[in-house]
């Protein structure tokens, strides 16, 4: 089993930074990509932010500029950094990794998902 847990999260005034973490564990082999998705009220889940394995990274247009993504491959884990954050960034924000692991005695790739962290921006 893998799991993945977030942190960071919370109130930031407009124009404010946040950086969110995010730790996978369990039974890895290794990490292919991983991401940062977000959810406001009333909307579906979108991807913010993804980077490969290798570093690669890809931004939806509305945190280009603003939003970083990084990894640690040895500690597996995932960071956003979030500068000149606005209101409409508020949501909760999902961790996400396609984890190589052991299945029933087969190697597989599996999607894991986080719990969730709240990101509020608000004066």
């Known amino acids: 089993q893998v799991q993945l847990v977030e942190s960071g999260g919370g109130l930031v005034q407009p124009g404010g930074s946040l950086r969110l973490s995010c730790v996978a564990s369990?039974?890895?082999?290794?990490?292919?990509?991983m991401g940062w998705y977000r959810q406001a009220p009333g909307k579906e889940r979108e991807l913010v932010a993804a980077i490969t394995s290798g570093g690669s990274t890809n931004y939806t247009d509305s945190v280009k500029g603003r939003f970083t993504i990084s990894r640690d491959n040895a500690k597996n884990t995932v960071y956003l950094q979030m500068n000149s954050l606005k209101p409409e960034d508020t949501a909760v924000y999902y961790c996400n990794a396609a984890v190589i692991t052991l299945q029933s005695s087969s190697i597989a790739t599996m999607d894991y998902w986080g719990q969730g962290t709240q990101v509020t921006v608000s004066s």
């Open positions: 369990g039974s890895i082999i290794s990490i292919n990509a």
